[in-house]
């Protein structure tokens, strides 16, 4: 189904370029869904879809005990790849990767499919293995968050792909016939399934994923979820939760949400699953087996919830292509995202770095005295980039553009929490005060005490692009009631109009600190 974006596709196809710069074209052909996604690439190494489509063609449906696609299925394959080809053509893209995954592999006729659709479509499909796609879903997570000692899941139609990460590395990596359309038609008899279908169903996954956790060393893990089933259910509990942000990127997905969704959606047949705000046609007869495989996913890893990913293979496919340095840190993923930004929107980078970097060495100094951390630290970071982005939309009310960028563009290191608090610091940023909505709407994310810490950002923020020019460099004295700011760029370096008492009035309102200034 198309999104918005596809007025892209429109453009390009009266003789446009999709993008100017370099973009990439994924077409992925799983077991049960297709898909394709363009990308266009920054120079800073990140990826960003700018179009993307998708089809059901369920190469997986049917399939006999061998594997073997059927004949429908081959046909509706080729259709879907037909349909994906037309629009590489409109797009006018730099380059296409297209993969195929568990149907294909698995399939002794999986070569010939291949072949007919070449043949047909003139796309060449690499059967890529059940490690590389792993490895991809890795790569895509490690472009998204910094990973620790995490697993990185991808639960497809025909197949189950766990990625295990320790200290961020790509450890080990395993491919398990768990997909969501291979258990439904092994398992499942009867719509909606019976008990003793799903208690077996349920054995069945444990006793698989037992066996990889323990060759993989059996720990705790973060667990991390990629693919369109856990997507569904994720968009499903934030209709039913009322939850405030509906991109299902960095969604956690919990136990509890998993076990109402079992209820609910268990005893409807697929016919009614259908209408259920975020499973759809694609997902209704599949999505119980999606909840089982996630359900012993949570309790084999002791990890209590699912932190869900709105991006998939397809990005790792792109960014292997672009040659991303991954892993990095959240503060490199962050400035990767912010730079491909001002790509994208043609604001000030420069500037913004410059405010960062002296945001952060005031908030270096205040830091001690709130308990803030790394996420307030990497909040006003992203804060102090992005902070003039809105100008590329309109200078007039300039920190609510921001404001929304940060929120609605992809700025990859960053929870939903710390993402919240840069918005609404770089909303604050000239003094303003937080809307209504905001401080009651996004509570089930930050907690109350955030919204003080946001206004605290805000002036720190505010501060660092009055004085940033100056170069100054902050310490705290008297027991922490007074500021000093001393500065290395010469004096007459200029500087906003009534700088000093705007400096002293931001710092006082929020800090209750005194402000002296030297070298002025």
Same mark, same amino acid.
């Given at each position: 189904?198309?999104?918005?974006?596809?007025?892209?596709?429109?453009?390009?196809?009266? +003789?446009?370029?999709?993008?100017?710069?370099?973009?990439?074209?994924?077409?992925?052909?799983?077991?049960?869904?297709?898909?394709?996604?363009?990308?266009?690439?920054?120079?800073?190494?990140?990826?960003?879809?700018?179009?993307?489509?998708?089809?059901?063609?369920?190469?997986?449906?049917?399939?006999?005990?061998?594997?073997?696609?059927?004949?429908?299925?081959?046909?509706?394959?080729?259709?879907?790849?037909?349909?994906?080809?037309?629009?590489?053509?409109?797009?006018?893209?730099?380059?296409?990767?297209?993969? !195929?995954?568990?149907?294909?592999?698995?399939?002794?006729?999986?070569?010939?499919?291949?072949?007919?659709?070449?043949?047909?479509? &003139?796309?060449?499909?690499?059967?890529?293995?059940?490690?590389?796609?792993?490895?991809? !879903?890795?790569?895509?997570?490690?472009?998204?968050?910094?990973?620790?000692?995490?697993?990185?899941?991808? @639960?497809?139609?025909?197949?189950?792909?766990? #990625? %295990?990460?320790?200290?961020?590395?790509?450890?080990?990596?395993?491919?398990?016939?768990?997909?969501?359309?291979?258990?439904?038609?092994?398992?499942?008899?009867?719509?909606?399934?019976?008990?003793?279908?799903?208690?077996?169903?349920?054995?069945?996954?444990?006793?698989?994923?037992?066996?990889?956790?323990?060759?993989?060393? +059996?720990?705790?893990?973060? /667990?991390?979820?990629?693919?369109?089933?856990?997507?569904?259910?994720?968009?499903?509990?934030?209709?039913?939760?009322?939850?405030?942000?509906?991109?299902?990127?960095?969604?956690? /997905?919990?136990?509890?949400?998993?076990? !109402?969704?079992?209820?609910?959606?268990?005893?409807?047949? #697929?016919?009614?699953?259908?209408?259920?705000?975020?499973?759809?046609?694609?997902?209704?007869?599949?999505?119980?087996? &999606?909840?089982?495989?996630?359900?012993?996913?949570?309790?084999?890893?002791?990890?209590?919830?699912?932190?869900?990913?709105?991006?998939?293979?397809?990005?790792?496919?792109?960014?292997?292509?672009? &040659?991303?340095?991954?892993?990095?840190?959240?503060?490199? /993923?962050?400035?990767?995202?912010?730079?491909?930004?001002?790509?994208?929107?043609?604001?000030?980078?420069?500037?913004?770095?410059?405010?960062?970097?002296?945001?952060?060495?005031?908030?270096?100094?205040?830091?001690?005295?709130? +308990?803030?951390?790394?996420?307030?630290? @990497?909040?006003?970071?992203?804060?102090?980039?992005?902070?003039?982005?809105?100008?590329?939309?309109?200078?007039?009310?300039?920190?609510?553009?921001?404001?929304?960028?940060?929120?609605?563009?992809?700025?990859?290191?960053? %929870?939903?929490?710390?993402?919240?608090?840069?918005?609404? !610091?770089?909303? /604050?940023?000239?003094?303003?005060?937080?809307?209504?909505?905001?401080?009651?709407?996004?509570?089930?994310?930050?907690?109350?005490?955030?919204?003080?810490?946001?206004?605290?950002?805000?002036?720190? @923020?505010?501060?660092?692009?009055?004085?940033?020019?100056?170069?100054?460099?902050?310490?705290? &004295?008297?027991?922490?009631?007074?500021?000093?700011?001393?500065?290395? #760029?010469? #004096?007459?370096?200029?500087?906003?109009?009534?700088?000093?008492?705007?400096?002293?009035?931001?710092?006082?309102?929020?800090?209750?600190?005194?402000?002296?200034?030297?070298?002025?």
């Amino acid at each position: 189904m198309d999104r918005a974006r596809s007025v892209v596709l429109h453009a390009a196809a009266n +003789g446009t370029r999709a993008r100017p710069g370099r973009t990439i074209g994924v077409i992925d052909v799983g077991s049960n869904t297709a898909r394709f996604v363009a990308f266009e690439a920054a120079a800073s190494g990140a990826v960003r879809a700018f179009y993307e489509t998708k089809e059901s063609p369920r190469l997986g449906l049917g399939t006999g005990p061998d594997g073997r696609l059927t004949a429908a299925a081959i046909e509706r394959g080729i259709a879907a790849v037909d349909s994906f080809a037309q629009t590489v053509r409109s797009l006018g893209l730099t380059r296409t990767i297209a993969v !195929a995954t568990s149907a294909v592999r698995d399939a002794p006729n999986g070569a010939e499919f291949v072949r007919r659709v070449e043949r047909s479509t &003139g796309v060449s499909l690499r059967i890529i293995s059940g490690a590389e796609e792993a490895r991809y !879903a890795y790569l895509s997570m490690a472009a998204a968050w910094e990973l620790d000692n995490d697993l990185v899941s991808d @639960l497809g139609g025909g197949s189950l792909q766990l #990625a %295990d990460v320790r200290s961020g590395q790509l450890r080990n990596s395993v491919s398990v016939p768990l997909g969501v359309l291979r258990l439904s038609q092994r398992f499942f008899d009867h719509d909606p399934p019976k008990r003793r279908e799903i208690d077996e169903l349920r054995e069945y996954v444990r006793e698989t994923l037992s066996s990889v956790l323990e060759a993989f060393g +059996g720990k705790k893990y973060g /667990l991390f979820g990629i693919g369109g089933t856990v997507r569904s259910l994720a968009r499903a509990a934030i209709e039913f939760r009322d939850y405030p942000v509906e991109r299902v990127h960095g969604y956690p /997905l919990w136990d509890h949400d998993l076990e !109402a969704l079992a209820e609910l959606l268990g005893e409807m047949p #697929a016919a009614k699953r259908r209408a259920v705000p975020g499973i759809g046609a694609d997902r209704a007869d599949v999505v119980i087996a &999606g909840i089982v495989v996630l359900q012993e996913l949570v309790r084999a890893t002791h990890a209590e919830r699912i932190v869900v990913a709105g991006i998939g293979i397809r990005e790792g496919l792109a960014l292997e292509a672009i &040659g991303a340095k991954l892993p990095v840190s959240a503060e490199q /993923l962050a400035e990767r995202s912010a730079a491909a930004a001002a790509e994208s929107f043609a604001f000030r980078l420069d500037h913004g770095r410059e405010v960062a970097d002296t945001a952060f060495g005031l908030f270096e100094v205040l830091a001690p005295r709130f +308990g803030w951390g790394r996420s307030e630290g @990497l909040a006003i970071r992203v804060a102090g980039w992005m902070h003039d982005a809105g100008t590329a939309i309109d200078l007039w009310r300039h920190a609510n553009h921001s404001a929304y960028l940060i929120q609605n563009y992809p700025i990859w290191g960053l %929870d939903q929490r710390e993402v919240l608090l840069a918005s609404m !610091a770089a909303r /604050l940023h000239e003094g303003d005060d937080l809307p209504s909505a905001w401080k009651k709407g996004f509570l089930p994310i930050i907690r109350a005490s955030d919204l003080e810490t946001a206004r605290r950002l805000g002036a720190i @923020l505010e501060v660092a692009e009055l004085a940033s020019d100056a170069r100054p460099r902050f310490s705290l &004295g008297g027991a922490g009631k007074t500021l000093t700011l001393a500065f290395s #760029a010469p #004096a007459d370096t200029p500087l906003p109009a009534h700088w000093e008492e705007k400096v002293r009035k931001a710092m006082m309102r929020e800090f209750e600190v005194e402000v002296r200034f030297r070298d002025r």
